[in-house]
């Protein structure tokens, strides 16, 4: 027995250090713990700080990966079989129900996350480096809306497998958007679909993309991303701190501002996986992952709607062509590409145009960024107003209605 | 070294509520995958087969009963349904192929499939599954699913008791189910056991759709081409149009929507009610159509719009098609390698091959059937200076010919006027003229300018050979006695 | 036991069998329940369909002989490691000795893998298969065609005999 403990202990003291030696050294003497500081901020362990989103994030990232990786041997990318593969997983594959509606749950929950996330280091002006002369946090920021982006072109790509009603037609539309673009257009679509139909030709390209390629590109960044952290020591409100010892006069000690990342932060971390993990599969059991009729280029359903972080994105298509006696523009074009490649460009820079004083670095809604912070808040609202708008007034033929009032469209029988 | 200060060491654990969140967290995260492993090991099927078990123990004895295979149960058939669909019907239809389980004291959904002698036989359960005749989601192992009821995203559901009486059929047994059967039997009439499809052929070949209508390929271009009728998109019915009503012989409008008129009758929002609609009043749906009001009843309104949903253009493999040679001809006419030509059907009433196998035959090859066709027996008796042979054929090119379709004799106006008596009331040279070039008559002759203004509607030149106008007017001519 | 180690033992109980069913739920899912393959028991046709002598059926992978109405299948999957085994006829009738037993045999099955060598009975004799080729039992169905459930192996003096 006492050799057992003895050799239980050999195995975990890493994953619980019982003196300070033992703290310092886990994270270098761990292959899994060395991703950690040895010490991190109070601060930065707040729950109302950073709400730990991007911890979040990422469980969320790792949720998918791994449903993922199962639902790889169970889903076959044809164009005459990967609607009724999804059929069986619901219903003649062993806890293929659960599969399905946790990868699609926690593919939703993610791109809602990472954007709350984005929102948060905004609000929060951690893309700053507070005076600190090594860090460079708004590189760290670009990498993360790259993130954003490679998240919802992973859901794209995604709900274009089960090769149903939806999935046909969001590639149809999204490969056309591709197409509005001037001049390089019309190879761009041929180079998405993979021809010039939607065909399984496209259905495989999606499939690549999104089971390797995009997931590769994601796990690179999101590591870089993370790196970035410790690299720029820290989360950005961590330079508070410093910041106030120099006001102050006074030396950092340690003890006095940081504690161990060993158990704190790994303790932490590990539950914020948890509660994610039960949110999603709270989700998977009492709401089932949806599936249109099989794909049918002869009709198309009425309305057509896209996945609702793409319904902001459907509204501007829907409004946004522009008519004069000389030319016209494709709302495809303005809504789908301008206009979400300025706000792209527009998130790309922020940190660099924003010469809020280094007091802003990671205090929410610091008074001096109030433009900033207005601005950002208002952008958002009108996004999220015209996904909700899309979402509960617009009916078939994408008209206008009340939500209680849609007429019914007919069945066959 | 240290008084009671705690050595140097040690560190303080600030965040040790973490943990208890973590077990409280990790216990409600238990609960959950007890949940799923629960509903996992339980799914909806299971409750229904072991009902089965301990009913049809009851009926034919556990010995029998023990032999039944349970667990997920499925046909497959690779070239009919595809290679990764199946039908799990049997999954909780599970009498369906056992002998003894007939009767009212066995609940729907295990009895015995009814007709084995007849019908199963030539239709065996391994070569056909159950979804290509009773519709429904293949693949699906719940009832809400595989039924495809409302709100489940399948076009085609299984057509239930409860699903004919939203159409108000006034049927205990399962009739609607007979659209199916015409995918394969599309060219086959007087088919045992398709009663209403058989009346809706009937009805199609006397009224002569295909005057105004091209069917099977081969038709009139006044109305829409009906080859397809039953691959139209539910999208492509527009059922918020107005509903109008018929006063005093012009269609008016109601006041209120096609769908709203559904809701009124009790109607399902579907195109099976519009065609139920647009069968019983054409004008009622389109008000400028020329499309006749024949007058149908109930039960012929839902054979016709049975026929219509039965119209689809699928791509079953030729040896489970009856006469599959049409099947082909009607291809090679879509692709312009065979000009258009009206395609016979075949009737298989009392030529119905008798099988010497009962059980797992292969699908039999269709065989040609030659069907005499029945010379009708004209009027006894002479009748002065008319030619029976030739009315006798004059009456049957009337049919032929299209000309039924907007006139009768002696039943009334349709689209253009009774034809009763007509050779009294014009001389020979004018009907003649009618029926060759109606379309130059009614730009010159000021009684065909006058009469098209009254019916308002142009007749149509359907190409009537002078010798066969000659027999038409013949024909008028004996029934104007 | 106090309150607070009740609960860190029922927590990390908890939290492990959250965590190992999560993974048995994702393991188990790629265990199949149902497959889409052809039936182990089909049809080959009828006996007249069958000349005297040995068939080979490359859609089933199964020889099929026939001596006047006695029929019997052997499988020609080999046992070493399931390629397709090649038929062997001989100009001449061979003589073999398989264990006590004398058999005279027109043909034999040679294994192109790693040379494998079968009696025409199904007895290996050279090469590393480890057992003989299995036969499977032959049956007439309703509408007269020879049935092979292909589910169960029988003992090599399996015959069926057509009663005419």
């Known amino acids: 027995m006492q050799k057992l403990s003895e050799w239980w202990r050999k195995l975990t003291w890493t994953f619980a250090p019982s003196n300070k030696v033992e703290a310092t050294k886990a994270v270098t003497r761990n292959f899994i713990l060395h991703w950690f500081p040895a010490r991190v901020t109070f601060r930065s362990m707040s729950w109302s700080y950073s709400w730990w989103l991007g911890t979040v994030s990422f469980s969320l990232f790792l949720i998918l990966t791994i449903t993922g990786i199962v639902l790889m041997f169970l889903y076959i990318p044809s164009v005459e079989r990967a609607y009724w593969t999804i059929k069986d997983l619901e219903h003649a594959v062993s806890f293929g129900w659960f599969l399905r509606n946790m990868h699609r749950w926690a593919a939703h929950l993610m791109v809602f996350f990472v954007t709350l996330h984005m929102v948060r280091v905004f609000f929060t002006g951690a893309f700053k480096n507070g005076g600190n002369p090594e ?63 939607i065909d399984q030709n496209t259905l495989i390209r999606f499939y690549a993309l999104h089971v390797i390629v995009l997931p590769a590109i994601v796990l690179l960044l999101v590591s870089y991303h993370m790196w970035r952290v410790r690299r720029d020591g820290g989360l950005a409100v961590s330079e508070q701190y410093k910041m106030q010892a120099k006001k102050e006069g006074k030396r950092l000690v340690p003890d006095d501002y940081t504690t161990f990342a060993v158990p704190a932060l790994i303790r932490r971390a590990f539950l914020v996986f948890l509660i994610s993990l039960g949110a999603v599969m709270l989700l998977s059991l009492i709401s089932n992952a949806p599936l249109e009729e099989p794909a049918d280029p002869s009709w198309t359903p009425n309305p057509a709607k896209a996945p609702w972080y793409f319904l902001w994105l459907q509204e501007l298509l829907a409004i946004t062509t522009i008519r004069t006696p000389w030319f016209t523009i494709n709302g495809g074009f303005v809504g789908g590409i301008v206009i979400p490649g300025i706000l792209f460009l527009w998130g790309l820079i922020v940190p660099f145009i924003d010469k809020s004083p280094d007091e802003a670095t990671g205090v929410w809604f610091h008074p001096s960024r109030r433009l900033q912070n207005w601005t950002f808040a208002i952008i958002m609202l009108i996004l999220a107003f015209l996904t909700i708008f899309a979402m509960y007034f617009r009916g078939p033929s994408w008209n206008i209605y009340w939500p209680w009032a849609w007429p019914p469209v007919p069945h066959l029988f | 070294m240290a008084e009671n200060k705690k050595p140097a060491n040690v560190f303080e654990d600030k965040y040790w509520k973490d943990s208890i969140l973590i077990y409280i967290v990790g216990i409600v995260l238990a609960i959950f995958t007890g949940i799923v492993i629960y509903r996992t090991a339980n799914p909806e099927w299971k409750k229904y087969q072991k009902e089965f078990v301990k009913i049809a123990e009851k009926k034919i004895g556990k010995e029998k009963v023990a032999k039944i295979d349970l667990g997920i149960r499925q046909i497959w058939n690779k070239e009919l349904m595809g290679p990764n669909t199946a039908d799990r019907c049997v999954t909780c239809h599970l009498g369906v192929d056992v002998p003894g389980l007939e009767g009212d004291d066995v609940p729907v959904v295990f009895r015995t499939h009814p007709n084995p002698d007849g019908l199963l036989d030539k239709h065996p359960l391994n070569k056909f599954g159950c979804t290509i005749c009773h519709g429904g989601l293949p693949n699906s192992l719940t009832v809400k699913e595989a039924h495809a009821e409302h709100g489940v995203r399948w076009l085609y559901p299984t057509y239930t008791r409860e699903l004919q009486k939203k159409y108000k059929f006034d049927e205990d047994r399962l009739v609607m189910l007979q659209i199916n059967c015409n995918y394969c039997h599309r060219f086959d009439k007087d088919v045992p056991g398709m009663d209403y499809i058989n009346l809706a052929k009937d009805l199609m070949i006397e009224k002569n759709c295909q005057s105004c209508h091209i069917i099977d390929g081969y038709g009139g271009n006044i109305g829409p081409n009906l080859t397809y009728e039953g691959d139209k998109s539910h999208e492509m019915f527009d059922i918020h149009a107005p509903y109008y009503v018929i006063k005093d012989g012009k269609p008016v409008e109601s006041g209120h929507t096609i769908a709203e008129e559904m809701k009124r009758r009790g109607l399902p929002y579907s195109v099976f009610s519009w065609h139920i609609l647009h069968f019983e009043e054409p004008r009622s749906i389109t008000p400028t159509s020329t499309m006749p009001n024949h007058g149908f009843s109930k039960d012929e309104i839902l054979a016709m719009t049975m026929l219509m949903m039965s119209w689809r253009k699928l791509d079953i493999p030729s040896h489970y098609l009856s006469n599959p040679g049409k099947y082909q001809l009607l291809r090679l006419m879509e692709e312009g390698r065979v000009k258009p030509q009206k395609i016979e059907y075949v009737s298989m009433a009392a030529t119905a091959p008798e099988t010497t196998s009962k059980v797992e035959g292969q699908a039999e090859t269709a065989e040609e059937v030659q069907v005499e066709e029945k010379a009708e027996k004209s009027a006894a008796a002479s009748s002065g200076g008319v030619d029976l042979k030739l009315a006798e054929k004059g009456k049957e090119l009337f049919g032929t010919r299209g000309c039924t379709a907007c006139h009768t004799v002696g039943g009334g106006k349709l689209v253009g006027p009774d034809l009763k008596g007509v050779t ?29 203004e009254e019916y308002n509607v142009p007749m149509p030149n359907q190409g009537v050979t002078p010798e066969e106008a000659e027999a038409i007017y013949e024909y008028l001519k004996s029934a104007s006695k | 036991m106090t309150r607070r180690k009740f609960l860190a033992y029922l927590g990390r109980f908890a939290v492990i069998f959250a965590l190992v069913g999560q993974a048995f739920a994702m393991l188990r899912s790629i265990v199949p329940n149902v497959v889409y393959e052809p039936p182990k028991k089909f049809k080959i046709g009828y006996p007249n369909d069958f000349s005297e002598g040995i068939t080979f059926l490359s859609k089933y992978r199964l020889f099929v002989v026939r001596e006047g109405n006695t029929f019997w299948t052997i499988s020609a999957i080999c046992t070493h ?54 036969y499977y039992p032959l049956d007439l169905a309703p509408d007269g065609q020879l049935v092979v459930d292909t589910s169960r192996e029988v003992k090599s003096d399996f015959r069926f005999v057509l009663n005419v």
């Open chain 1, 135 to 197: 860090a460079s946090r708004p590189l760290n920021w670009a990498v993360g809306m790259f993130l954003l982006l490679f998240t919802l072109l992973l859901s794209y790509t995604g709900y274009l497998l089960p090769w149903d009603q939806l999935a046909l037609w969001a590639i149809t539309i999204g490969a056309n958007i591709a197409k509005s673009v001037p001049l390089i257009g019309n190879y761009l679509h041929f180079l998405l679909a993979g021809g010039s139909q």
């Open chain 2, 424 to 452: 009294e009331r014009r001389d020979k040279q004018w009907i003649i003229n009618m029926i060759l070039k109606p379309d130059s008559m009614q730009q010159n002759d000021p009684i065909a300018k006058k009469l098209l």
């Open chain 3, 81 to 134: 490691l399931g390629c397709t085994v090649n038929l062997v006829t001989f100009p001449k009738p061979k003589k073999v000795k398989i264990g006590k037993k004398e058999f005279t045999e027109l043909w034999e099955f040679h294994c192109p893998c790693h040379g494998s060598k079968f009696y025409g009975e199904g007895t290996p004799f050279a090469g590393p298969a480890p057992r003989p080729l299995p």
